[in-house]
């Protein structure tokens, strides 16, 4: 298999290489040029399985420049129970009859993010040895909130790599931060970036763009790559989890043969609703994929007039991590529904760039609709959600799944579809401890406490651990106190990597 630039003014690359580069430098992203697909005799085969061996066995149709020995070493390494605390990896809870929560966040660091960057490193680091990489690899991350540590955390001493990762100074949980500035490594960077999570990830994409700063990195033996989800190497294992889900039911009994499932993914910047897209056209039989936003809802509108317009007010909600208003990989979904016609999508993502905003055509706007079903949430429904859900079910829902449950709820209403559906759940509500406690407690018993002292209050009142990533987190030492702007950050990294700036 080979990948293919969404700009297509690229050539095609083998997945070590597209690992390695992380975005393309022609502005696109990269894409396999076919996708892989599987069939019921497939599905049958890899019911009986365990997490790890439908991943090296999903990993491998992309893969197809590793060995099935690197596959199963890369797969190996990430997924097993030092890392992750339940050993089903992403285990799926009964919500109601028809309504299963898969929760992704048993990592460790407790957002869905780990899925994919525990697994990143170790497919670099197979990249870099295949095809023989002298340089050091520097990864760039722009994060809202959840990204920063999860690569932080995948990324510390892996030989070969450096980290630095930007997160908006105001736009992140005092969990978040505190788990990004007490990161322990000898090859980590954090700084804090003024403004909100765009500003911070156009800068980080303006770097990749900039031809002279990466010129100069090359000539210290360095170069720069992506953890973000604008990496292939990102979003490939998230497609693992949306098929594990599937066998899941299968295997459970709970569906039946070419039954179809609809899944519904708390979204930001598109990546991991895009991975459910990927596992759909692999051939799980998907009804409809549901897009749920908070109320920066963009995509709501995108999904269902066809316009995407960023010419609108950011919002600061409950859920820090959907807080964008840029979502990078819906070039991708744009590319796979066009059927690969890279010359729209520079045409609308140059419109994006200059205007802020671009309209597609009805035929893409229909395809998209055949797949997609979105719809917000606002801060109000989204705490209704979490309280009523505890109350109703006993379980603890983060703000980020809130969405997706009230959204979920929302198609029900409409369309009175109760097929089989899968919520991500993309957090433990420990890490939103503040906004979800204020959403089951009396705010008299939060009153004045701070957000550790609330950790301990939510735990002790819903009898649930805090998880081993978060505990304690205030006792530990801060490492990382920069600040920069945006125009700041190439001098920024200079800096870091001693490069003078
Ligand atoms: C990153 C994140 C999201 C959004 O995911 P995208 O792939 O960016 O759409 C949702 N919830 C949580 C908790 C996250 O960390």
Not at 399 to 409: I, L, M, P, S
Request: proline content about 3%; aromatic content about 10%.
């Amino acid at each position: 298999m080979e990948y293919l630039s969404s700009r297509g003014k690229y050539s095609a690359l083998s997945s070590a290489e597209v690992i390695k580069m992380g975005i393309s430098p022609d502005g696109g992203l990269f894409v396999p040029d076919h996708i892989p697909s599987l069939d019921r005799s497939d599905f049958v085969l890899m019911e009986p399985m365990n997490y790890q061996e439908r991943a090296s066995k999903i990993l491998s149709y992309y893969l197809t420049d590793f060995t099935i020995e690197e596959i199963e070493w890369c797969v190996n390494s990430a997924y097993n129970t030092v890392k992750f605390d339940d050993r089903s990896v992403a285990p799926l809870v009964k919500l109601d009859d028809n309504v299963y929560i898969q929760e992704l966040w048993h990592g460790p660091t407790c957002a869905f993010k780990d899925m994919a960057l525990q697994i990143l490193p170790f497919l670099l680091n197979a990249s870099m040895t295949k095809t023989e990489e002298k340089s050091e690899i520097v990864i760039l991350v722009a994060t809202s909130g959840d990204t920063g540590k999860a690569a932080l955390e995948g990324f510390r001493d892996v030989a070969g790599t450096r980290i630095i990762v930007f997160y908006p100074e105001d736009g992140v949980s005092e969990i978040q931060k505190y788990q990004m500035i007490t990161q322990e490594g000898a090859n980590v960077y954090v700084a804090a970036v003024e403004g909100n999570f765009d500003n911070a990830q156009s800068g980080v994409k303006n770097i990749f763009g900039n031809p002279k700063f990466n010129s100069q990195l090359n000539s210290n033996q360095m170069k720069l790559s992506s953890a973000n989800s604008i990496n292939w190497g990102r979003l490939l294992p998230q497609i693992v989890y949306y098929v594990s889900a599937y066998l899941e039911l299968r295997a459970k009994e709970k569906i039946k043969d070419e039954e179809k499932i609809n899944i519904v993914v708390p979204t930001g910047n598109f990546g991991n609703i895009l991975a459910a897209y990927y596992a759909g056209r692999m051939g799980v039989p998907i009804n409809k994929l549901i897009c749920a936003s908070n109320s920066n809802n963009i995509l709501t509108d995108f999904i269902r007039t066809g316009i995407y317009d960023t010419n609108r007010e950011f919002k600061k909600t409950y859920s820090p991590s959907m807080d964008i208003l840029i979502s990078s990989n819906l070039e991708r979904l744009l590319y796979e529904i066009t059927e690969h016609d890279a010359e729209k999508i520079s045409y609308w993502m140059q419109e994006l760039k200059d205007k802020g905003r671009y309209a597609i055509d009805n035929q893409t706007h229909q395809r998209m609709g055949a797949s997609f079903w979105a719809d917000s949430c606002s801060e109000k429904e989204t705490l209704e959600t979490i309280e009523k859900v505890y109350r109703t079910k006993k379980y603890l829902l983060d703000t980020h799944t809130a969405v997706a449950v009230n959204v979920y709820n929302k198609y029900y209403a409409e369309t009175k579809d109760d097929e089989m559906t899968i919520i991500a759940s993309t957090a433990s509500p420990f890490k939103f401890a503040s906004s979800v406690a204020k959403a089951i407690m009396p705010a008299e018993i939060l009153q004045g406490k701070n957000e550790f002292e609330i950790l301990e209050i939510l735990s002790k009142s819903t009898g649930i651990d805090i998880p081993r990533g978060i505990k304690n987190l205030d006792k530990k030492e801060i490492k990382h106190q920069t600040v920069t702007s945006p125009d700041q950050m190439e001098k920024t990294i200079l800096t870091f990597l001693g490069l003078g700036g």
